[in-house]
């Protein structure tokens, strides 16, 4: 079992809709959850930063954390065409990044 | 948010040639940095990490004498592919992490290596 679990996709909307993105983790010692968004060919770019459980909002961006579960959940707003990417989960304890696998995002026009 | 640089952003070469890619930290000095490999349609990941003035710990599986790390200062390190070969192709991303439990890790722009 990975210690960090993600569909790989694709998900497919339409423009506007509300994306959810989900994963689920094993390791209970993981405090810091972040959500990073990469363009093809390109670096990842961080999204948003949570530490330990509860939601946080950035613009058009939720993270919610719920550590009891062992569940974080990105939700995308008014989704548009320039969210196409993969998006990435990653999360630690002390030390190193443990990534998702990625999902792939297709917001259509 | 934090930017970190790489350079270069892609390189060609000959099979048994080496490469050094360098990864910066412009805006904050990052006591640590890591070394990531992606390879198409898959996840980072982890080649090693490099604190500031001390040998690279590298993960399971990669050949340290290989991918050669530097860290010499809070701003810069660098990655040296020697001998490269065809199987070397890939896309190598570094990230920087300021100091304290709590700081994120911010990533290059990626350098794309690909060797004939």
């Known amino acids: 079992q990975k210690e960090v679990e993600q569909d790989p996709g694709p998900l497919s909307v339409p423009e506007g809709a509300i994306v959810s993105l989900n994963c689920t983790y094993s390791n209970s010692a993981f405090q810091y959850f972040m959500w990073y968004r990469q363009y093809s060919r390109k670096g990842p770019e961080l999204l948003m930063y949570?530490?330990?459980?509860g939601n946080k909002e950035d613009g058009r961006f939720t993270a919610q954390v719920d550590k009891s579960s062992k569940y974080i959940s990105l939700f995308i707003r008014d989704s548009q065409p320039s969210d196409s990417a993969t998006y990435l989960c990653?999360?630690?304890?002390?030390?190193?990044?443990?990534f998702g696998s990625g999902t792939r995002l297709l917001v259509r026009p | 948010g934090a930017v970190v640089s790489q350079h270069p952003s892609w390189v060609i070469c000959k099979s048994g040639t080496s490469v050094k890619i360098e990864c910066r930290s412009l805006d904050f000095q990052a006591t640590t940095m890591f070394w990531y490999r992606q390879f198409p349609k898959q996840s980072l990941m982890l080649m090693a990490t490099s604190n500031e003035g001390s040998k690279a710990t590298y993960e399971q599986g990669v050949e340290k004498d290989k991918f050669l790390i530097n860290h010499a200062s809070l701003t810069l390190s660098t990655l040296t592919v020697t001998s490269a070969h065809p199987e070397d192709s890939s896309f190598y991303i570094c990230?920087?992490?300021?100091?304290?439990?709590?700081?994120?890790?911010?990533f290059g722009p990626g350098t794309r290596l690909l060797v004939l």
């Open positions: 949570t530490y330990s459980s």
């Open positions: 990653a999360m630690r304890g002390s030390y190193k990044l443990i």
């Open positions: 990230s920087a992490r300021a100091s304290g439990p709590q700081e994120t890790q911010y």
